[in-house]
DNA sequence: GGGTTTAAAGCAATTATTTTGCGTTAGGAG
DNA sequence: CTCCTAACGCAAAATAATTGCTTTAAACCC
C-alpha cells in the first residue's frame, strides 16, 4: 500500500503528483479509455513510468486518486436562503457532473476502488458539505429535524445508486423529491 | 466493445466462458488481488490469454462480468410472509455479501465498470426481485403504497452507498430503519 | 547558512503482459 | 454430409511493469 498524499508536501514530490494529476486529466480528454497508460501519462507529465508505478502502484489506484480528487468540493458550495435550496444546489451540481460520459467514469475510477481510506476521505467530504448546509440552517433558525448520515443515505444514497446503475433515469424534479423526502423524515 | 454474453451459446464458447468464469472465481481466493493476471487465468482455466483477450478485452472488464453475474440472483428469494420481512431477508442478505473483503471487491468490480448493459442488467435483477416481493404482497392482500424504484431508491440507495463508502457503518438495525422508511414514504 | 540524512526520482536492464497475424478447430446452417 | 464462419490456439512482436542501482533535492540538525 502507497500513501499518495502529502509526501514531502512542498517541493518535487509534490510538483510531480501535480504534472501526474494534470497529465491524468489532459489525456482523459485526449484519449480513449483503453490506451490511457502510465507511460504515456508518465511522458506527458514529464516523469519517468517508474516514478508513477512506485508512487501509485498501477493505473487504477492512480485514476482513483485522480476521481477522488474530482469529488472533493473546490470552492465553498452556494447559500440559496434555505436547507433544501443550499442540498439542491449541492447535490444536483454533483449530479449534473455525474450523468455526464467523463463523470460517469470518475464515478466508476472512484467506486471502483477498494482504498478505504480514499473512500472515507471521500464519505467525510460529503459529511461535511451537509454539515454546513446544517449549520447555516441553524444559524437562520430553520427547524431541521434530520441529521447528517440520514440526509447523505436519502439523498447522495439514491443518487449514486441510480447515476451507477441507471443514469438516464435521474433528473431535477426526481432529485427535488429526494431532498424533500429526505427533510421530511424522521 | 465485445458482447461476451451468450456468443454461440451451446458449445466451446460456452465451455470456455464457464471455464474462465470459474477460474477467476476459484484465484480470488487463492491469490492477492494483484497478482491476478490474465496470464494467471487462462492458465488455470485451460485457455490461451489471446482468447481471454480477444473475448473480454481486458481483466478490469472480465472482472466487472464475474462480479456482474455475483449479484445475479441464484434462487428464489424466500417468502417470509410479510413484504417487510420478503425485503429485510433479501438485503440483509446482500448486505452481509458485501461488507465482507471479498464482497467488496465484487462490488467494486461491478462498480467500476462504465459498461452500461452490464450495470443495467444488475439494476434489472434488482428490479424483478423487489417486483416480486411486491406481487407476493399484493397476493397476500398487504396494502402496499409505494412503487419498485422509490423502494430500490430507499433501501438498495443508501446501502450501496454506504457499502461503498463507508461498509463499517452497516447494521441490521440500520437497514431495517431503512426499510420501515421506505414502506411508510409516499 | 552549510553539512548531513534520507525519501523520492531517474535510468537501464530484466521480466511479464498484451497485441497481432495466421493456421486450425468445432459449432451451426443448408 | 459438407460448407461456412466464429472462436480458439500458437508464436512472434510490441508494449508495459518491475527492479537494482545511482542521483537528486527536500528536510533536519547543528
Redesign the interface.
Known sequence: MRTTTAVRPGGRSARVQQAVHDAVRQLADEVE??QLTIPLIAERAGVTPSTVYRRW??L?ELMAHVAAERLKPEAEPQDTGSLAGDLLAWAGEFMEDMVSLPG??VL??A????D?AL??R??QW?CDQVSLFLARAHARGEIVSCDI?TL???I???????L????D?VSESWLRR?IA?ALG?M
Not at 447522495?156 to 441510480?162: D, K, Q, V
Open positions: 479509455r483503453d502502484g498501477s487504477k460517469q467514469q466508476a475510477d467506486l471502483g476502488s477498494t478505504a473512500k472515507g471521500c464519505r460529503q448520515d447523505l443515505d436519502l447522495m444514497g439514491p443518487l449514486t445508486y441510480r451507477s446503475y441507471a443514469p433515469t429526494c423526502r423524515s
